[in-house]
């Protein structure tokens, strides 16, 4: 798991800092932004990938694949308890069809017919909870003046 995490953002940040350089841009380092790139590195590459490269021998690639798609369920949530965003009607509707659904595949789907291990389940789910967390904490703090390509190199690059 930790080899395939290191490959990922190493590759994605190699990638992007080589676009970024193309570009005749540079990664400018301030406190702020280090804090930045090692936090997001953390909680949104790191992380998510150790647990999706653990978790799919116990509950496979199908199985943890649906884990990102309650990424924006699980931000949602988030953002109206932090208070970055107010609820409103469709935000409520939308996470409780997305909970619904989630818990049925959870229920009812396992590795080749059997059913899943709900310690590995409860693993998985740890997955969209740290994307969630990544994904607000990049609202919150996102450095003022930094574009996304150099925030990005910075990231993957702090997470392998």
Sequence with gaps: AMVWAFVISLGAGGVLLLALLLRGERVRLTPHKLRYFFITAAISYAIPNLLMFSAIPHLGAGYTGIMFTLSPV?????????????PNLLGVIGIAVGFVGAVMVALTRGEAGQPADYVWVAI??????????GNIYRTVDWPEGTGPIELAVGSHLASA
Aim: glycine share 8%.
């Design 74 to 86: 699980i931000t949602l949530v988030f953002s109206i308890l932090l208070g970055v965003r107010r």
């Design 124 to 133: 998985g789910l740890f997955i969209p909870v740290s994307l969630a967390a």
